[in-house]
C-alpha cells in the first residue's frame, strides 16, 4: 500500500522569503506523486506533478517540487512567497493513471507580514 | 475544460434522516469516481471507489450500508448519507478521471454535510 507523510502541519514564513514544505512517501512500487492546494473554503486545484522523467517539476504560480527516488521524497519549495500562497498544500500519491489518490494529512502555510 | 461538479454545495439536515449527495462530470465521461470525506483542518481521506454500472469498491472501516454509492450513468455519482448523525457532518468531496489511463484527475467544488 502506498502512504504519504507531510512532516509539517504548519509552516510560518516571512512573506517574499523562501519555503520549502517536506513530503515523504512510501511504496514498493513506482507511484506518480502530486501537490495540491486548498485555499480557504476552496476545492483542491493542482499545483503539479511527477509522473517520470526530469526529476525537478514546475507547476503554477511559481511552485517547483523535485523527486528523490533515494531518499523517497518529494519536497515543494517556492524562491519567494506571498500573502495570497496562503493555504493548505497536500502531497499526493497515485499508483496507477485513472487510479484512488492518497492524501498526505497537509501542511498549512501562513505568511506573516 | 472538464469539470466537476457538486450538487448541493452545503446541506443541513436533522439527525436520523438521510442525504444525496451528486457528483457530476462535465463535459466528459467517467467510468470511475473517487469519494473523500474531509473533517475541518484535516486531510482527505478516500471513502470508496465509484465504478459505473456496478458495486461500488469502499475502503476499510467505511460502512456501505451507511454510504450508499450509486453510479447510475457516465457523468453521475450519488453519495447518500443513510440515517445521519452529527458525526458524519463533513466536508465530501468526488473526483473523476477525465479517462481511462490518464493521470489527470479533476476534483469537485465539495458538499459541506451538517448534522444537527
Known amino acids: 500500500a502506498q502512504s504519504v507523510t507531510q512532516l509539517d502541519s504548519q509552516v510560518p514564513v516571512f512573506e517574499e522569503a523562501p519555503v520549502e514544505l517536506r513530503c515523504n512517501y512510501s511504496?514498493?512500487?513506482?507511484?506518480?506523486l502530486f501537490w495540491y492546494v486548498q485555499y480557504p473554503n476552496q476545492g483542491l486545484q493542482l499545483l503539479l506533478k511527477y509522473l517520470s522523467g526530469s526529476t525537478l517539476v514546475k507547476g503554477i504560480n511559481g511552485f517547483e517540487a523535485e523527486f528523490n527516488k533515494s531518499q523517497t521524497s518529494f519536497h515543494l519549495r517556492k524562491p519567494s512567497v506571498h500573502i495570497s500562497d496562503t493555504a493548505e498544500y497536500f502531497c499526493a500519491v497515485m499508483r496507477n493513471r485513472d487510479d484512488k489518490i492518497i492524501f498526505g494529512k497537509g501542511t498549512r502555510l501562513h505568511i506573516l507580514p | 475544460g472538464a469539470v466537476v461538479s457538486q450538487h448541493p454545495s452545503w446541506v443541513i439536515c436533522k439527525s436520523g434522516t438521510s442525504v444525496k449527495i451528486e457528483c457530476r462530470s462535465l463535459d466528459f465521461q467517467a467510468t470511475t469516481m473517487f469519494w473523500y470525506r474531509q473533517f475541518p483542518k484535516q486531510s482527505l481521506m478516500l471513502m470508496a471507489t465509484?465504478?459505473?454500472?456496478?458495486?461500488?469498491?469502499?475502503e476499510q472501516g467505511v460502512e456501505k450500508d451507511k454510504f450508499l454509492i450509486n453510479h447510475a450513468s457516465l457523468t453521475l455519482s450519488t453519495l447518500t448519507v443513510t440515517s445521519a448523525h452529527p458525526e458524519d457532518s463533513s466536508f465530501y468531496i468526488c473526483?473523476?478521471?477525465?479517462?481511462?489511463?490518464?493521470?489527470?484527475?479533476?476534483f469537485g467544488p465539495g458538499t459541506r454535510l451538517t448534522v444537527l
Open positions: 511504496s514498493s512500487v513506482s507511484v506518480y
Open positions: 465509484s465504478n459505473e454500472g456496478s458495486k461500488a469498491t469502499y
Open positions: 473526483s473523476a478521471p477525465l479517462g481511462r489511463g490518464t493521470d489527470t484527475q479533476y
